[in-house]
C-alpha cells in the first residue's frame, strides 16, 4: 500500500459525502469558539471543535461512537458566535443521525432517547402530544423511576393543568395536524428516499 493510499483521509470524504454540511468540517480553524459558546460545553466528550479535528485525522469510529452529537440542543450559540460561519448544529445533528444509520450510536444515551420519542410522538399526527410526551420521558428507565419522577413533578403538573397549558385528555388521542393521511404519505416518502440513498465511503 502507497503513503498516499495509507494516510488518505477516507473519513472526511465520508462525512462530506454522508453528513447535513459535512463538506463545511474541514473550513474549522480550531478556535473552540463553538466549546465556548456551548450551555453544555462543559459535559461534552469532544466539542464540536475536536470533533472536526477526530474527523480529519481519520478517527472514524471514536467519532461515530461518541456522545458528544448527542449533547446539541440546537440553541444555535455556536452557529450565531462562529467566525467561520459553520453551520455546527446541522453538522452535530448530521453526524448523530448518521452514526444511528449505521448502527454505531451510543446505547442508552439519555438525548438519543429523548430524540427517538420525541420523533415517535410527533410523527403520529404531526403535532406533539405534550401529555403522553412526557410521560414517555418519565417512564423511559422503568416504570419505579417512573413514578418517582412523575411525583416529583405532581406539583408542576398540576399547576400546567389549571393554566391550560397541559391537557389531561391528551391521554385519549390529542390534536394533530389537518391532514394526517397526507403527513404520513410525506414520511413514508422520504424514508423510501432515505433507504434508497446508498452510504458512500
Known sequence: MSD????????LREVEANVEEGEWVKRCMQCGVCAGSCPL???????????????????????????SMWMCTSCYNCIARCPRELPITHIMHGLAHYAKKL???????PTQKFAQRFW???SKKGRVNE??????LYFMNGFMEGVKASLKMQKIGIGMVLANRLNPFELLGGHGCKDNKGLQAILKKAREI????????
Open 103 to 109: 448502527g454505531l450510536a451510543p446505547k442508552n444515551q
Open 131 to 136: 401529555l403522553k410526551l412526557s410521560l414517555s
Open 120 to 122: 415517535n410522538n410527533l
Open 41 to 67: 460545553g462543559p459535559h461534552w466528550e469532544h466539542p464540536p471543535q475536536e470533533l472536526f479535528m477526530m474527523i480529519r485525522a481519520n478517527k472514524r469510529e471514536e467519532v461515530l461512537s461518541s456522545s
Open 4 to 11: 498516499l493510499k495509507r494516510y488518505s483521509n477516507n473519513f
Open 194 to 201: 432515505e433507504d434508497a440513498k446508498a452510504v458512500k465511503f
